[in-house]
């Protein structure tokens, strides 16, 4: 029996308690290609994929021609998104979990704006437009982040809409927010704070995840320069198992930030921890310009002007530099490198 058997909505967007079944990789998308790669390789995998937008490429999938200062670029175009990939996912025949990134305090407004548009997909529709959200207010006190944290559940509640939160920071730099000089010790989190969370957001909704900190760092760095310890996350785990006195090994849903880079048994490890999602954005990027890049370069000579080439003075270059082809070449390098994930994470074949 697949995954699929037992969702209630076999393909596109998943909400509520479908939610529950995945334990699978989120891919930041910014626009219509790279949500097509991403679905194009999930489709062949036969796997569940999370798709995920953060601050910075919501404003990217509405244009960056327009003001953001009070976040209206990216509410624009996060619901624009979260409204195409509705329309797209189900010709794939997958599921998706349609989910936001990183939400700092400062871009509170951004997660209002959502959350609005939210309540108003569900009173249309039973359902909110996105399957969930991240709030990170790692950086603020453990007591405010908890009690903001709350705040936000209590409104996503009513929709049976997930809210992912994080405690301890991640390093290094993401869509324009630095830790690469915060204290190693930051970096990992402390098994009384995942109680105290687990405590507190149980008593208004299942629907949360956190995502704590063992060393994890956006970006890619050199073999060595990162320690990840995934062995903390059994301690986070053991730890809520007793407070509950549960019988349950894995009582926590817990969340893989600062993926790329990571070797397979790191996060083979992690998963086997209680991790139900692993972010992977870096090596991704990565992806989709080395296919552009490498049609570039061994298309030089039919780039350079729109007619003359190799094969003639007189030959058009259109059928080259059409951007049809190019950018493509970059969805197929991207969709390939998500193939490679789902493979590692053992979530293809899982439909």
């Known amino acids: 029996m697949g995954c699929q058997d037992v969702l209630k909505r076999k393909t596109g967007v998943i909400v509520g308690d479908d939610v529950l079944n995945f334990a699978i990789p989120a891919v930041n998308v910014t626009s219509s290609s790279t949500v097509v790669a991403a679905l194009e390789a999930a489709r062949d995998k036969k796997a569940p994929l999370i798709l995920q937008m953060s601050q910075g490429g919501a404003a990217y999938f509405a244009g960056k021609g327009v003001a953001n200062g009070d976040q209206a670029a990216s509410i624009a175009g996060a619901v624009a998104g979260a409204n ?113 969370i687990y405590s507190t957001l149980s008593k208004i909704s299942p629907y949360f995840s956190i995502a704590a900190g063992f060393g994890n760092v956006h970006g890619v760095y050199k073999p060595g320069n990162v320690k990840l310890h995934p062995e903390l996350l059994a301690k986070h785990q053991a730890y809520v198992k007793k407070q509950l006195n549960a019988k349950e090994d894995k009582p926590v849903f817990l969340v893989f930030h600062g993926g790329s880079g990571s070797s397979k048994q790191e996060y083979l490890d992690a998963i086997s921890y209680g991790v139900v999602k692993v972010n992977v954005d870096t090596d991704l990027q990565w992806a989709y310009l080395t296919g552009i890049r490498d049609y570039v370069l061994s298309k030089k000579d039919y780039l350079m002007q729109q007619v003359g080439n190799p094969d003639g003075a007189d030959k058009p270059n259109k059928k080259f530099y059409d951007p049809r082809v190019w950018v493509r070449k970059g969805e197929e390098t991207m969709r390939d490198r998500v193939k490679e994930a789902l493979v590692d994470f053992n979530t293809d074949g899982k439909l």
């Open 84 to 196: 195409y990939i509705r329309s797209v996912a189900p010709a794939y025949g997958i599921p998706i979990v349609l989910h936001t990134d990183h939400c700092a305090k400062k871009l509170l407004p951004w997660l209002d704006g959502m959350l609005d548009a939210d309540e108003k997909y569900f009173k249309e529709h039973g359902e909110p437009l996105f399957s969930s959200h991240m709030i990170d207010l790692s950086e603020e006190s453990v007591e405010w982040n908890i009690e903001t944290t709350a705040k936000y559940l209590k409104r996503a509640a009513p929709m049976k809409q997930w809210l992912e939160m994080e405690i301890g920071i991640t390093g290094g730099e993401e869509d324009g927010v630095n830790n690469e000089d915060v204290d190693n010790n930051s970096l990992y989190t402390q098994p009384e704070d995942i109680w105290t």
